[in-house]
C-alpha cells in the first residue's frame, strides 16, 4: 500500500467539529491546546457561539488545528503517510504533517494568513463562482472576454476535478465570465458563499505580507514529499516553500493535477482529513482506481484504522 493524506480547505467547516476527538484523544487535545490565537478556539470550533467560523480569520486556524490534531491521532495509532498534499489552507497542515511546521506553528501562520486574505479583498466587490462540465481552455476564454469588457479581474482559482472549475475575481467580472461559459456550454454555474476572491491576482496583498512573515519564521526539513497547489507536484530544485506559499495564496490550485501527480507516484489509498468528504469526491472523478477514507470523527479513526491495518 503508498498511502497519502489530503487535507480539505476552507468551506468544509460547521460547528461541532473535533470536539469528540478532544474528548477522545489527547494527541488532539494537546494540539488543540497549544494554539495560540486571538480569539477562543475551542468555542468556535465546538459551539461557535458568536458565528464567526465561517468567517475566513477563524476558518483557517480552526481548520489547521483539526487537521493536526487528526495527524497526531493517527500518527500515535501507527498510521502515517508517504505523501501529503492540501486544498489552499489545508497545505499548511501538509507541510505541518511532513515536519516542515509545528502544529502550532503552523495555526499561527495559517491565522495571519486568513487575516491578509481578509484585508486584501476588504471594500471591493468580490466573488466566486463554481463553473460545472466545461474544459479548461473554454473557461479561460471565458474569463479573457469579462476582462476585456474592462469589467476587472476574472480567473481560474480553482481547478478541482474534471468537470468542476471555480472562477473568482471582480464581481462584475466574474458575472460576465459565467454567463459566457454558460453560452459556452456549462452545465451550471454556481456563486460561492465566500469572503474574497481567493487564489486570485487580488490575493497579491496577502502574498507580498506572507513573504514578509516567512523573512523570520523557521522551515523544517521534508520529511516526505509534499505536493503543493501552485505546481500540482512536488516542488523542483529551483523551488522554495516560502516562495511557494506565497505564490500560493494569489495562484490557482492544481488540485486535479496534484490527484494525478498521486497517481503517477503509485499512491493506492487517500485519507482525507476533514471535515467533509470534498476532495474524496474529486478524487473518485480523477483517479477512480484509488480508494479513499474520510476521517472526520472518532468512528471515522476507528473505520480507517480497521481498514488500513487489514491490508
Known amino acids: ?24 484523544y ?33 476558518t483557517q486556524p480552526c481548520m489547521v488545528a483539526f487537521a493536526c490534531g487528526l495527524t497526531a491521532v493517527l500518527a500515535g495509532l501507527g498510521i502515517a503517510p508517504d505523501y501529503a498534499a492540501g486544498l489552499s489552507l489545508g497545505e499548511y497542515s501538509a507541510l505541518a504533517c511532513a ?12 491565522a495571519f494568513r486568513g487575516k491578509t486574505m481578509t484585508e486584501a479583498a476588504a471594500g471591493r466587490p468580490c466573488g466566486m463562482t463554481a463553473v460545472l462540465n466545461l474544459d479548461r481552455e473554454k473557461l479561460q476564454d471565458a474569463c479573457r472576454r469579462a476582462r476585456e469588457e474592462g469589467l476587472g479581474v476574472a480567473e481560474i482559482a480553482n481547478f478541482n476535478c474534471p468537470g468542476q472549475l471555480v472562477i473568482g475575481g471582480d464581481q462584475a467580472a466574474v458575472d460576465r465570465a459565467a454567463a459566457l461559459a454558460r453560452e459556452a456550454g456549462a452545465r451550471r454555474c454556481l456563486p460561492l458563499k465566500v469572503s474574497g476572491p481567493f487564489h486570485t491576482s487580488l490575493m497579491a496583498p496577502a502574498g507580498a505580507a506572507l513573504a514578509e512573515r516567512f523573512r523570520t519564521e523557521p522551515f523544517g526539513e521534508l520529511r516526505i514529499p509534499v505536493l503543493f497547489n501552485c505546481l500540482g507536484r ?4 529551483e523551488d522554495t516553500i516560502p516562495a511557494l506559499l506565497e505564490r500560493q495564496v494569489q495562484s490557482p490550485v492544481y488540485m486535479e493535477d496534484t490527484i494525478r501527480r498521486l497517481e503517477e507516484l503509485g499512491v493506492d489509498t487517500i485519507v482525507e482529513i476533514g ?37
Open 26 to 58: 489527547p494527541e488532539f487535545r494537546a494540539v488543540v491546546d497549544a494554539a495560540r490565537v486571538d480569539f477562543d478556539l475551542k468555542a468556535a470550533m465546538f459551539s461557535d457561539p458568536d458565528g464567526v467560523l465561517n468567517e475566513t480569520r477563524y
Open 275 to 311: 471535515p467533509g468528504k470534498a476532495l474524496s469526491g474529486f478524487v473518485r472523478k480523477t483517479a477512480p482506481g484509488i480508494r479513499t477514507c474520510g476521517v472526520e470523527t472518532c468512528a471515522d479513526v476507528e473505520a480507517v484504522c480497521a481498514a488500513l491495518k487489514g491490508v
Open 1 to 24: 500500500m503508498k498511502l497519502a493524506f489530503l487535507y480539505a480547505g476552507q468551506g468544509t467547516q460547521h460547528p461541532g467539529m473535533g470536539a469528540d476527538l478532544y474528548e477522545k
Open 99 to 110: 515536519g516542515v511546521f509545528t502544529p502550532e506553528q503552523a495555526v499561527s501562520l495559517v
Open 234 to 237: 512536488e516542488m523542483g530544485p
